[in-house]
């Protein structure tokens, strides 16, 4: 797309709502403006229940923005970001943070929850996901 993309998190504890925006420059020229995007294309996400964490977020705001339909199945869910963290005796650990991706309108101030997962668009079997004549023709009904 050539639109910015905005994703939000949100802070489990505090209910604070964190915004970050980001465009990207496609074609390497050191601009963001209309040659960035494939807006000549249709895109399809195709999720299960192994979409999870920043691809469930990537589904979220493909669908969301509507610049992408999404087909397969429901979507894994989860999306928090992650902590590194280094304890006394310099051990180090990597968790989950307390920092949830989700769906905002800045407008209306209404969240969409993504953690328990996002529904496709078209549903589309899960054991034909290999299968390219079948995925194919799928999309091409579409």
């Known amino acids: 797309t050539n639109n910015e993309i905005h994703t939000y998190t949100r802070n489990s504890l505090s209910h604070e709502i ?3 925006s980001t465009k990207t420059d496609t074609n390497g020229d050191g601009l ?3 040659n960035d995007g494939y807006g000549e294309y249709k ?9 999870f964490s920043a691809a469930n977020e990537f589904t979220a ?7 992408a339909a999404i087909i397969g199945e429901k979507s894994g869910g989860g999306m928090c970001s992650i902590m590194p963290m280094v304890l006394p005796d310099g051990t180090t650990s990597v968790i989950s943070s ?4 989700i769906l905002y309108n800045p407008k209306t ?7 328990d997962g996002i529904e496709p ?3 589309y079997l899960q054991d ?7 995925l194919t023709a799928f999309v091409d009904s579409l």
Do not use: C, H, R
Not at 43 to 51: E, K, P
Not at 61 to 67: H, L, Q, R, S, T
Not at 128 to 134: A, E, M, R
């Open 43 to 51: 895109w399809y996400v195709l999720t299960s229940f192994n979409t």
């Open 18 to 20: 964190y915004k970050i």
């Open 98 to 101: 307390n920092n949830q991706g």
């Open 121 to 123: 668009n078209y549903a």
């Open 128 to 134: 034909d996901f290999y299968d390219d004549n079948k």
């Open 61 to 67: 705001v493909a669908k969301d923005m509507g610049i």
């Open 32 to 34: 963001y403006n209309k």
């Open 109 to 115: 101030k209404e969240v969409a929850e993504i953690e």
